[in-house]
């Protein structure tokens, strides 16, 4: 098969994303992807990888760890261990990440789409801003969009196969969502809850029901033996099976508080928040606040809150999405890169910037999401092509399962790929309503 255009596109991504990180380098100095602030999500993703490093354990300041999972900072360890060098553990494998799941995307624009419009989406992705700028952080999102593109790719070949392979490509599914829940545990309740059913629901109408069912428990059974080391030890460790208390801490506290407004824990003290909790739940006397044993507290107060008005909730996770989808993003990037200065005239022109940035952005997806709607009514109440609808099923579950609010950039950066290879479909169907 001919290339084309596409290793263009895929160079150029690469080469933004190195620009950007080398640019966040020179503007930090040498110690620019330690140097963050005390106790913020990089600063604890550097600290995890130095301790397994260094004591070949897996502590936070000296203490055993549950909040954060290994994936990400084991990955950080291996390139630094590699390399010796920050810069490239994290500016330069995160920049081919995200050159990487550009191609990811025009193989899988391939399969659903046509080569001219599967490069239009990893075009899209490729001068992507968030993307961009995710690729020189010390986080998890240039990892975890990549595996994410991986899942999207194999799920479409689960599809797309003959019987026997379909089952194995569902296996590697299972791997590819096993390490994504220890990179970002936010994955795990589409592992649990709705990749089985969606996979059966895709499966059952090309390849029948057994290869449907051996599919989805295929899919399970891999991904249950990845994370099964993990879940283990939090159980020896803290009493507690399960991934850790992320998914229960975001949906309080990033969802749940936000739909209310209430101050419930905001403006005391964690020793008082720790208090309180250790009362609710017998003593226990942990070191964190967002610890593993109050994982069942933040998902019963959460759940509490949202199911007492669930219509409004609803509504009101879409407008969060969908108002706000980068508004955040090009605020981290403006601060990143030191464009908002103390000077009144650069504070003014960022100011400017931003405004007529987010402005631009809000319009642009306004335009992406319609044409994903057109697509979603032509595939799932017209055609209903089995990889397509896998496709938008991964979506739709994953938004309101998602426990980060999809108005912090960084929880659905992972789903802006698969929202532009839709939405790109959508526009193919808006045009010549015949593919």
Known sequence: MRLGRIPLVVCVALLLRLAFAGLVWERLGSEGFEATRVHSDAAQYIELAKSILQD?????????????????????????????????????????????????????????????????????????????????????????????????????????????????????????????????????????????IVMVIALMRTHGWKIAVSSALALSIAAALVVSPWITRNKAMFGVADISSQGGWNLYFYLAKRFTGADRYYGLTEEEVKSDLDRRLGGLSTYDIRSIVYQPLYYKDAFDIILKNPVQYGFWHIKESLVYFYDDGLRDMLRHIDIESKEPLFRSSSGVVLGTAVLGMRLIWCALFIFFGIAVYHDLFNHQRGAVTILFAFIMLYVPLVAGTLAVARFRFALTSILFLLAVRGYTLLRKPTI
């Open 56 to 196: 070949r354990t897996f502590t936070l300041y000296g203490t055993p760890h549950s909040f954060r999972t290994p994936g990400y900072p084991a990955w950080l360890a291996f390139w630094y261990w590699l390399s010796g060098s920050w810069f490239f553990a994290v500016g330069v494998i995160g920049s081919l990440l995200g050159a990487l799941s550009v191609y990811g995307i025009y193989r899988i624009g391939i399969e659903l789409l046509s080569p001219q419009h599967a490069l239009w989406a990893a075009t899209l992705f490729a001068f992507e801003p968030y993307g961009i700028h995710m690729a020189s952080r010390p986080m998890t999102e240039s990892l975890y969009a990549f595996l994410v593109v991986c899942l999207a790719w194999l799920l479409v070949r689960v599809t797309k196969t003959s019987s026997g392979r379909s089952i194995f490509f569902a296996a590697l599914s299972g791997v590819v969502v096993g390490f994504s829940i220890l990179v970002r545990p936010q994955m795990w309740p589409f592992f649990v809850v709705s990749a089985p």
